[in-house]
């Protein structure tokens, strides 16, 4: 990801990475089929929740949008905080 946004930043496109964190979709069903499984996740999460694709949603709006136009290279962690400690 790095080495193509800097071979294409002079062309004007912009590479990033969105790292996601521990979301709740069809995919991990399974794993939190269980209220108790659910609250395993969320309460070593600084939010204390899991993640929505809402959530992802909302950073990946901004990295398409002209606000994000000087980021590039960049690794953006939607994690709920849990990389933070």
Known sequence: MRAMAADY????????????GTI????NAQEFSSP????RYAVIT???????PQD???MAAFLAS????Y?????????GGLTAI
């Open 66 to 69: 002209n606000d994000s136009e």
């Open 56 to 58: 992802l949603a909302g």
């Open 24 to 27: 709740d979709t069809p995919m």
């Open 9 to 20: 930043a002079p062309e004007g496109i912009r590479v990033d990475a969105i790292i996601p």
């Open 36 to 39: 108790e499984a659910r609250e």
């Open 71 to 79: 980021c590039v290279g960049g690794i953006f962690t939607v994690d």
């Open 46 to 52: 600084p939010a204390r929740r899991l993640g929505t």
